[in-house]
């Protein structure tokens, strides 16, 4: 029988509260503030309601969370009306009348549930070109509601439901020797591929599936490659359609690869389950319970896109605030699977009229939070690479969350900014935030706290350098666009799962509870092992979501059953593996390691056994319409299948590479971090920052000294000069780091007899560290720089050897230091 569970917050714990924020809450500031309410609709009969007053503050609620928005005539104002279609619940001549009427229509304690959500779902009278998008603002309508009448201030629970029995079917599996993959698609890959992927390359990249070793190789390939539908193998997509490293033309050279793989999946025969395996049953995603309930904070969220739709070129804003703000797609683009769009290039705009509605209710406020779940394709993006902009072209915006590199940028037009938002606010180059892989993002912005960036729910630490202005000076004539404004100009290449405007502030704690929460859509998939063990409806369950276009992930199983009083023994779990599609996958078993015990101490009958915090990620075959999962284990209560570890193939004999050298140089990052340390000048001041900015790609991008070339080395010496003409300018600076040297003095007699050393002993004893063993000299060093101040002092006693003058030579004898090799090899 079904047993109700309550949910926890993606990848942690089985309970997800949806605590309901006060609508009086809190911005970023101190200041308490009335959120803004819903936008009234623009359609009769709302407008002109003259009806009774609602009978009670729920009534109330419901008109302006819910009524409002369905009564218009382009909803279900135009049937479900008085002396029209039942149920009457958009009538307009009383509002208690038409509330009267919901009650059967909506789930309070679950809106996604609700019979309006499904009904518009299902494209009955949906408004816009997608149920799916209908169906999600419905559900923010009614949750609206039932926030305004505390129904969602308790846990959310889900109901697990037992799910078909099935058997795990056959399916193609790889042989063990390796000779037919030697003869189909293993000469491909060696010809073209052995550059990078072998442990022998100059720079080896993993996989090695094009190693001199055929078994190394063969093992390296097998997770790429799709006997079942050849065309959808991981090499075949990336030739054909993400133009990886192709030979010829990346279409032609996809189907090339893609019929090797055929040859090779035409000579494998289907092979049945092994009987030996201790299995669970099989299901399909679909078939999960869907692990909806809540979890996320979305009480002042004005714009939201998901991206559910899958097609077309229409990401809609389901936030449920009207106007919806619905987004074009145009250049190049992919809808991602499991919920999500792929950026190379390519954008989603909307409309100057519907982007308004973001300047009317974040200037009401004050302040606003973006957020975001995006997976940028890689760190050497610069511009700052646009990812989302309110923006009125290449040089103007109100605001842009933008990439460079490693760093994220947030540029804000307010009173103390630009028009293009500038200074900017970066994340520290040294930290690294900004990975290729999918990040939560959330940018904050009020008066009082400044611009603040949090990635993955921690906050980056990054102090905005700008005082928080008001933002009287944005442009209502500006579009919000994803990714560039402008074609072929800073754009940004990634996948974006989710965005969400807020126009408050998140807090600490709204920020890890929408991380928590995750993104995407979940299911609970129940596989059924209760032919194992002596309990009934018993299974051991994982939260699955489709992780992307290629592979699921599976998170935190746990043992229940959903009998109503089941007994359980002492139960071992041990070794368990995922299988799909008939055979347990090559990738991403970490649970094989599991050596755990049920048992009637440790099981409750809402949450059961924790069997492991632990998530995994499992290559996608077939798709999540087709693909099968099972799981297997080596033991289970009494049912035993030991193995035996594979000896695994002994390394391929190493070729004598090219003798690399010993020492190296700093990376842009690097040397920036170096400088400012030697020269005491903060990187975020102003002048060294932007000087950094405009000469970032310039600068060493690889430690390889065998690559530095004479570009590089310019871009160095710029850099020391901007940093030691800002220390030299820098009064406190100045007066710290040389104190016993006279500046005032004119050139010609400054630097005479012991005042020269008192400038030379600063510069020598800082930059050149005697804790290092292969450091300069630093004898040789002062006889360099004494000969250099020699020539330049050699001025007479005219107007050129002033005192300025004074300042132009230690900047120089400075800069020669520092911009040499005694702070750029490592």
Not at 98 to 117: C, F, H, I, K, W
Not at 534 to 563: K, N, R
């Amino acid at each position: 029988m079904p047993q109700n569970i309550t949910r926890a917050s993606a990848f942690r714990c089985l309970t997800i509260i949806s605590f309901i924020i006060a609508l009086f809450a809190c911005g970023g500031s101190d200041t308490v503030v009335e959120p803004n309410p819903l936008p009234p609709p623009t359609e009769q009969p709302v407008v002109n309601y003259t009806g009774p007053a609602p009978s009670t503050d729920d009534v109330a609620n419901f008109k302006q969370a819910l009524w409002d928005n369905i009564a218009t005539v382009e909803r279900c104002g135009a049937c479900h009306t008085q002396g029209a279609q039942s149920p009457t619940f958009a009538r307009n001549d009383d509002i208690n009348l038409a509330y009267a009427d919901t009650g059967n229509l909506v789930e309070l304690s679950q809106p996604s549930e609700s019979r309006l959500v499904s009904k518009v779902a299902g494209g009955h009278n949906c408004w816009l070109t997608s149920g799916t998008a209908c169906a999600d603002i419905m559900t923010a309508w009614i949750t609206e509601w039932a926030s305004s009448s505390e129904q969602l201030n308790q846990a959310t629970e889900i109901e697990l439901q037992a799910p078909p029995i099935n058997i795990p079917g056959a399916t193609k599996n790889f042989p063990e020797s390796p000779a037919l993959f030697e003869s189909t698609v293993y000469p491909l890959l060696q010809t073209y591929c052995a550059s990078c992927h072998t442990n022998s390359a100059t720079i080896p990249i993993s996989p090695y599936f094009s190693s001199s070793d055929i078994n190394e190789a063969y093992e390296a390939a097998k997770d790429r490659i799709n006997l079942d539908a050849p065309a959808n193998s991981r090499f075949v997509v990336r030739l054909r359609d993400e133009f990886h490293n192709c030979w010829s033309d990346c279409e032609s050279d996809g189907t090339t690869l893609q019929e090797a793989i055929e040859s090779l999946a035409d000579g494998i025969e289907l092979t049945e389950l092994d009987p030996n395996l201790i299995s669970s049953n099989a299901l399909s995603l679909f078939e999960g319970t869907l692990a909806s309930g809540g979890g996320r904070y979305e009480q002042n969220t004005i714009a939201k896109w998901e991206f559910k739709t899958g097609s077309g070129n229409t990401a809609f804003d389901t936030s449920g605030i009207d106007p919806a703000l619905d987004l074009t797609l145009s250049g190049t683009y992919n809808w991602v699977g499991g919920y999500g769009i792929q950026l190379n290039g390519g954008k989603a705009q909307g409309s100057t009229s519907n982007s308004k509605k973001l300047y009317d209710l974040i200037l009401g406020s004050g302040e606003f939070a973006i957020e975001a779940w995006v997976a940028p394709a890689n760190v050497t993006q610069e511009g700052p690479a646009r990812i989302v902009s309110y923006s009125g072209g290449r040089d103007r915006r109100n605001f842009t969350l933008g990439q460079t590199l490693y760093n994220y940028d947030m540029l804000l037009r307010s009173a103390n900014t630009d028009i293009n938002g500038e200074p900017a606010l970066s994340t520290e180059d040294a930290a690294e935030v900004l990975q290729a892989a999918l990040q939560h993002v959330v940018v904050n912005y009020d008066a009082n706290n400044r611009r603040r960036i949090y990635v993955n729910g921690e906050y980056t630490g990054d102090v905005d350098p700008i005082e928080g202005g008001n933002l009287l000076d944005w442009d209502d004539s500006f579009a919000f666009v994803l990714g560039s404004e402008v074609s072929g100009e800073s754009e940004w290449a990634g996948t974006i799962r989710m965005v969400a405007i807020h126009n408050r502030t998140l807090s600490d704690d709204e920020i890890i509870k929408n991380f928590d929460a995750g993104v995407g859509q979940q299911y609970y998939l129940l596989f059924g092992v209760s032919d194992l063990i002596d309990v009934p409806d018993s299974y051991i369950v994982f939260e699955v979501s489709q992780f992307d276009s290629f592979s699921y992930l599976f998170a935190e199983p746990f043992f229940i059953s959903l009998d109503s009083s089941p007994t359980i023994p002492d139960i071992s779990v041990q070794g368990m593996r995922i299988g799909i599609n008939g055979r347990e996958s090559f990738a991403g078993q970490v649970f094989s390691t599991l050596d755990t015990r049920i048992s009637a101490d440790s099981y409750s009958p809402i949450s059961g056994t924790a069997l492991s915090r632990q998530g995994t990620i499992i290559p996608l075959e077939k798709g999540p319409e087709l693909d099968e999962f099972f799981l297997t284990f080596e033991v289970l209560g009494n049912n035993r299948n030991v193995r035996v570890a594979a000896t695994p193939p002994a390394p391929a004999e190493q070729s004598d590479l090219t003798p690399q050298p010993d020492i190296g140089t700093k990376h842009f990052s690097e040397i920036n971090a170096s400088m400012s340390v030697l020269t005491t000048v903060p990187m975020n001041t102003p002048s060294v920052h932007n000087t950094f900015v405009q000469l970032k790609q310039q600068l060493p991008s690889v430690t390889d000294i065998t690559s530095f070339l004479a570009s590089n080395q310019m871009a160095v010496t710029q850099l020391a000069i901007r940093y030691c003409d800002t220390l030299v300018e820098t009064d406190s600076l100045r007066n710290a780091y040389f104190p016993d040297f006279d500046f005032n003095q004119p050139a010609n007699t400054a630097f005479s007899g012991e005042a020269r050393n008192n400038m030379l002993d600063p510069i020598i004893s800082t930059m050149l560290q005697s804790n290092i063993e292969t450091q300069a000299d630093s004898m040789l060093v002062r006889g360099e720089i004494n000969q250099l101040v020699d020539r330049l002092t050699s001025c007479g006693t005219g107007s050129n050897c002033n005192a300025q003058y004074t300042r132009t030579v230690v900047k120089a004898s400075c800069a020669a230091v520092l911009g040499s090799a005694t702070m750029l090899i490592q």
